[in-house]
């Protein structure tokens, strides 16, 4: 069975520094991974996902991901953050269907990181 | 493009009553999956359809049902609410079910069970 683990609850960053948020994920055979954002009281916002190719996926609002197969992760980055950035993040995996039909619309989701960025 | 709508927004139900949500998928969006989230177990999986079928459940009971219509809109409903479906229930769409697809959110309904 397919497993996300984000290992911090919270990420504590200055504004204007990097941000990095982890992930890792436990899946058979090669899994498609995704990032969300949450707002309060909001949906998912979809941020990037990694499907196949460059190790190295850019995204939305200046994030970037990089797939780290070695090392079964996929952190989500961001150069210099923003106040604006304070929400709570989700990393995803879904296994492609190919290999198992309880994918169908199917994502894995971790227990999500708290971001806060202060000015 | 409109994204995925969701209504109600938010609604409060007492114990034993039922529940339908309603969703609008993205136009052109074939696939429509729903998810619950709540404080203690996060997100969850509940359900996808696709050409009105459903097509995958998650680990809920019977309770839990939804459907899809022709145009692609899909609703779930809960009956004989428990405290514990207290809970905000996220609506999904993407074009089809290739995996690779990006999966769209919509806003959620935000339920409130007393």
């Known amino acids: 069975a397919q497993s996300v683990a984000q290992p911090e609850d919270q990420v504590n960053v200055a504004e204007g520094n990097p941000l990095t948020v982890k992930c890792t994920y436990s899946v058979s055979g090669n899994p498609y991974l995704f990032w969300y954002v949450q707002y309060p009281n909001r949906g998912l916002q979809f941020l990037l996902k990694?499907?196949?190719?460059?190790?190295l996926v850019k995204g939305s609002y200046g994030f970037e991901a990089e797939f780290n197969k070695s090392q079964t992760s996929f952190h989500l980055k961001k150069p210099s953050a923003l106040v604006s950035d304070s929400a709570l993040y989700f990393c995803a995996v879904r296994v492609p269907l190919f290999m198992t039909t309880d994918s169908w619309g199917k994502l894995q989701f971790g227990a999500g990181t708290q971001v806060v960025v202060t000015p | 493009k409109a994204g995925v709508t969701q209504t109600p927004r938010y609604l409060i139900k007492t114990r034993g009553q039922q529940v339908t949500l309603s969703c609008s998928p993205i136009?052109?969006?074939?696939?429509v999956s729903w998810y619950q989230q709540t404080p203690g177990q996060g997100l969850q999986f509940l359900f996808e359809y696709f050409s009105e079928t459903q097509r995958n459940k998650g680990n809920f009971p019977g309770r839990f049902s939804g459907r899809q219509f022709s145009n692609s809109r899909s609703e779930m409903n809960v009956s004989t609410l428990e405290l514990g479906d207290s809970a905000l229930y996220l609506c999904a769409s993407s074009p089809d079910t290739s995996s690779g697809n990006t999966i769209y959110f919509g806003e959620g309904s935000w339920l409130t069970v007393v």
């Open positions: 990694y499907i196949t190719g460059d190790n």
């Open positions: 136009s052109g969006h074939r696939s």
